[in-house]
């Protein structure tokens, strides 16, 4: 428990020393870099609602740099979230951008982007989210984490359905206990950009992260037909995941979770954590509320709640699932993907 404690002081003085603090005059201003993510102007309603409260207050987002791309409707995209975040004050440059702002939220599509602009953003001093993806390979993920660790600044990324209340609250939950085993499905888009091949199943890798409840995967095995992508990973520890990528009929995302105590399906993206098996749908919505909280509070204390090795592990994994489906199924190590990061 000292050791917790004082890992959160050193983290603290490290934010009072680098500028990231709430500031005297007022919350944390975040600057948006690139608004083509629909992620960005979701945070940006969450954070600047004038009735917000507890772990959401604190930040506003105030600055924006619509950065777009070749990426498909990237400048589309910009102008209908722009439209929807006039009281943003926009700028033309990341220079701007930077003085403007005491943190940044990274909310641009095109992961081929993100290495040349993360590294401006951490050269600069500016703690860094990243949405969805981090990046488009995992050796640019890896860089990026590079960056951040040489220059001492707070970077992480993360999937918002990590967060999500009905996955992250099976990990702990009393009608499955140990998580032993889980099952996830999700959707995988077979249509998306080709900078966009390794993170197709992203959300529902880190939603299985999320329940199994700390990294270790050893391997990874794939196939792939047309209307489904199937992965098998398995933890050193022996426990198991799978997923299974829909690419044809309905899509949904959840889980079936197996523990010592039972089994149960998860809930479903937004909402609660089951009950006796039913599913809640009545509940709060939270959507990227959850993500948003862990967002300000990584921002304002220094810690974050996903490392960079969990990170570069997902990544490795869905760098695995490429490499396996076009081998036939063949088992990828982890080990020898990211010993060459």
């Known amino acids: 428990m000292m050791a917790r404690l004082l890992r959160g002081v050193l983290a603290g003085a490290f934010l009072l020393l680098s500028g990231a603090m709430v500031r005297a005059e007022g919350p944390l201003r975040v600057g948006l870099l690139g608004m083509d993510n629909y992620q960005g102007i979701a945070f940006a309603q969450l954070f600047n609602d004038p009735a917000v409260t507890g772990e959401l207050a604190g930040l506003s987002v105030s600055v924006a740099y619509p950065v777009t791309s070749d990426y498909p409707e990237s400048r589309e995209l910009t102008a209908r979230w722009l439209e929807q975040a006039k009281a943003l004050k926009v700028v033309d440059s990341m220079e701007s951008l930077l003085a403007e702002c ?59 359905h990590r967060f999500s209340p009905g996955f992250s609250g099976m990990r702990k939950h009393p009608e499955v206990g140990r998580v032993i085993g889980v099952d996830v499905y999700g959707g995988y888009e077979g249509n998306r950009p080709e900078c966009d091949a390794l993170i197709l199943p992203l959300h529902s890798i880190e939603t299985m992260y999320a329940i199994m409840g700390n990294p270790g995967v050893k391997s990874v095995s794939c196939v792939q037909t047309a209307s489904t992508v199937t992965a098998t990973l398995l933890w050193a520890d022996g426990r198991v995941g799978t997923y299974r990528g829909i690419r044809e009929g309905q899509v949904k995302y959840s889980a079936t979770v197996f523990g010592d105590a039972g089994v149960s399906v998860a809930g479903i993206y937004g909402h609660g954590v089951p009950q006796a098996g039913v599913v809640p749908t009545n509940d709060k919505y939270m959507g990227y509320e959850g993500l948003a909280i862990e967002i300000s509070k990584a921002f304002r204390t220094g810690v974050i709640p996903v490392s960079h090795a969990e990170t570069l592990e997902v990544f490795a994994v869905c760098e695995a699932m490429k490499r396996s489906a076009a081998s036939n199924g063949a088992r990828i190590e982890l080990a020898d993907l990211l010993s060459a990061q």
């Open 102 to 160: 005491d943190c940044v939220i990274m909310a641009g599509l095109d992961g081929r982007q993100h290495l040349a602009q993360a590294t401006a953003v951490l050269k600069a001093g500016k703690p860094l989210f990243i949405t969805r993806p981090a990046a488009a390979s995992l050796t640019d993920a890896a860089a990026i984490f590079a960056v951040a660790k040489q220059t001492g600044t707070v970077c992480w990324s993360s999937s918002q």
